[in-house]
């Protein structure tokens, strides 16, 4: 099997260039090679399953047929029927995507055939460069008008030659320096400007600063992503006031995003440019509209999988997978709680463990906050996490207590959670919404044979292989419809500190995401 891939930058915005591409009989208006066409039947133009019938201009005549047309991500799919060329098999796709900070559009066209032993070479170069190189520089030039269509009108670019790895200090923290850019530089270095929110101590919202910031091409092993969207999770606080270790300013904060793969270091072989993608892992650094990091955490998202909802959901999503599959494992009519259950991992461990069986109660401390937890699927609903949670749980449980107790809240829950156990029942501390537990006596625990557990995210998460099943596990639940994830609150890049604010002091329900 053959595969041919090119791809550009071309200085048109995006809708132009689809307006064309996506009428599949456009292309003996532009393409050098194309001497006239026709769709056959009379069927429109854009059409999934239209044939266009064309001759070239060397007197060769052909027939494909579109597979695909997808507007929201701008993408065709199509393959050749007859040729006087033998690629057999021949499926091409066409995917373009916005260079948001220039208002060009990234292009680029592959193709996947086979061919007669000895003449892989020979064809190859014939479709990457009198196919799709033609193609491109010649769409290009038509778009920007007759002035353009000389010998002089320039040449599309390439996408930026990989350089050196971004530099980190022996903790693997990003330490490329955030200072303004040298727009002058851009070309040469194969270096992008991004807007990104930037601290330059630890604290309150109000460090979080936005700043551009310069994107160093991929090194060896690396990927650059153009983001759509950054995740705003708990961690990110923990980051921003310094409880966790994860950042020495300056520096950029944030552990998830999705988007675009801009361009590939040597060595990456999972992804090409142009795939949409998504990460949820550190090291910190995705409060940006672009950023270069390690590829091997870093997943493909499938095609009915928004950036929104990935940003939103990835790292959340894999959370609930691993505390309810891995950390432990949930059983059919167990009583499981759920604390704070509207709030971004609680409503999806609210809606998986109810798709397992397990007999959920969740924790809430508004009445909206009940009325999300019930259409997530929530049996029973408390208000509050006091004495008069205990006394719920214990009712409902008749007496027993809760085999499994999910707390995020911390220091206001967790003595209450301690209470509300079943005989050997497990608590899972894994977020401190409300502040630190401090310290405790362990001693206690042992008149319920407590087990207390208190997960680190990146030992689950922490190798490609564990990151792959981890979120192929997510997506499966999703498109087997055992959880959603709802639209998310969304914020400007910019606004970063005012979301911040907003999670801390519990004025949102579900998700968070920043629009780079």
Known sequence: ?????????IDVPIDDVWRVLRDFNSHDRWHPAIAESAIEDGQPADMVGAVRAFSLTDGGRLREQLLRLNDRDHELTYCLLEAPLPLYGYVARIKLRPVTDTGQTWWQWESKFTTPSGEEARLSALVGNDIYQAGMRALEAHLRGPSQRSATAPPVRPPAEVRGPVPSDMSGRNTTPYSPVNQADVKSTGILTAGAIVMERHGGPE????????????????????QTYAGVNFIDVYCRTGYFDLLKPPGVPGMEAAGMVESV?????????????????????????CRTMDCELVVRIPDWFSDEIAAAGLLKGVTAGFLLHDLVTVQPGQHVVVHAAAGGVGSLLVQWARAIGAHVI???????????????????????????????VMEITKGKGAEIIYDAVGRDSFDWSIAALAIRGHLVSFGQASGPIGEKDI??????????????????TGTS?????????????????????????VYQLADAARAHDDLENSRTIGSIVLKT
């Open 265 to 289: 270091g040597a060595g990456v072989t999972h992804l090409s440019p142009g795939d949409r993608v998504a990460y949820a892992c550190g090291p910190v650094g995705a409060y940006t509209s």
């Open 1 to 9: 099997m053959v595969r041919v891939v090119e791809s550009a930058v």
């Open 362 to 392: 969740a924790t809430v401390s508004t009445h909206d906050k009940a009325v999300k937890a019930r259409q997530l699927g929530a049996d029973d609903v408390i208000i509050g996490r006091g004495a008069d949670f205990v006394e719920a």
């Open 207 to 226: 460090v979080l600063q936005f700043r551009q910031v310069e994107v160093p091409a991929p090194g060896p092993g690396q990927v650059r992503i153009r």
């Open 443 to 460: 001693g206690a625990l042992a008149s319920k044979s407590v087990t207390l557990s208190r997960p680190n995210y990146g030992h689950y």
């Open 465 to 489: 292989a564990l990151m792959r099943m981890q979120s192929e596990r997510l997506f499966d639940g999703l498109q087997r419809g055992l959880v959603r994830i709802d639209p998310s609150a």
